[in-house]
């Protein structure tokens, strides 16, 4: 009895050990199982079965059976799901949509005489990287350096720089190094052009495009002096709503202080005619196919050099009802031949020349000694101004101009080689029609000075025309002494009058 009571003691103990052991806190080796995620949902399930069973059975027989029999089951399942859901794209939120851009502007023009400058660097947002890596100086012409770059604000910087001289080009560049605060760059690199003035504009400007020419249409005829070409300068003129129009253009300036050309522009900019010499004087001729809106640029070689230029254009009319026996020598491809007629006057040719339009005429240098061409122009000048020009055979390079305004117009001009040469006569002002009278010769180059009426006592006179003339008939007047023969011989062969 003794024994199975201890028996059942020691199974009792036991069974609550395990119990413990089975059923411990969650530190226990055989604790809960625990599975933790971005989600958190916490499941718990514990059960627990205890079976215990006890049969004794005592008899007076010496024969003692005693069963213990105890079944301890203990089921302990804790799950733990932890759902957390935190999402973070990294995207950055940019205040203006898009790259940045420059908004400031892409071209800069200093005033003359300025050697420094500050230019503000302006951007359409909050951008960063400004600086001399980003934003590069380079010198188009002359001489100047980039000094530095301040900070204004996120989209303003002030650009600073010196050693400028006047006509000089420089040429800022801002990179793709340049971002905003979502680091988007500049989408290609901007050039800012950044120029000295090196000239004192003329009243005209601003006239350097096409859209803002000065208009001149109603000025024919007349000069508009003291331009200043520093720049691209369009002049628009009105040609004569008739079916063909010549259109004449006259630009002068020193040549020498910087080249000009020009250029005839129909209404569309597309050119018609130019000018490009190396001389004095350009000068166009062109017949338009139609009336209407022209224009004239003028524009100085190599960039602005500020020489200056006078201008001058005229848009010429039809040929009136009757017209002279040279026509038509309306152009220089028509030119009426006078090679074989040195000190002849137009007059004793075929009659007097009329001035309706444009008349051309043919001449012949035979030689370097005879290199001196003389023409003499003789009208009423009071029945309408004519001029006449020189040409070289090119029928476009003007060597020499008459145009005093008085009745008698003369050329005195030693071309630089023998060959054909051309002179034009026309209308500068006042009515078409007025007639003329044309001589020419070309003389040698020794003919002297002295009063062609009088004995001068050395070769030559003074009025080359009469000079010429009588030397033709008489080379003693020339080559040794002009005396009272030759003096007389003004009158008596018709070269001129003496008072």
Known sequence: MTKRLLLGVLMATLSLGLMQLGCGDDSSPLGPSDTDSDSDSDSDSDSDSDTDSDTDSDTDSDTDSDTDSDT????????????????????CIDPVAGDPTVTSSLTVLLAQDTTSDTYTLTFSEDVFNVDTTTVTWAVTTGSGTLDSITPVSATEYTVAFSGLANLDSYTLSVGTGVEDTCENALAAIVDIVITVDGCT?????????????TDIGTDELTWFNGMVADDSDYWEIDANPSTFTNILIDVQFTHASGDINVELLNSTGTVLASSTSATDDEYIDFVVPAGGAYFIHVFPVGGGNCNTYDLWWDDIEPPGPADDNYEEN???????????DETVWLSDIDGLGISWDEDWYEIYVTGLSWARVIAHLDFAHASGDVNMRLFASDCTTSLDLAGTGTDDEHIDFTVSAAGTYYLRVYTWSGTDGNTYD???????TTIGNGDCCTANGSPGCTMTWLEACVCQVDSFCCTTTWDSICASKVTSEGCGTCP
């Open 330 to 340: 309306d152009t220089c491809a028509a030119a009426f031949d006078l090679t074989s």
């Open 72 to 91: 301890d089951s203990d089921t302990d399942s804790d799950t733990d799901t932890d759902t957390n859901t935190d999402t973070d794209t990294g995207a």
């Open 438 to 444: 044309l001589w020419w010769d070309d003389v040698s």
């Open 201 to 213: 504009d003329d009243a005209n400007e601003d006239n350097d495009t096409l859209a803002t020419a």
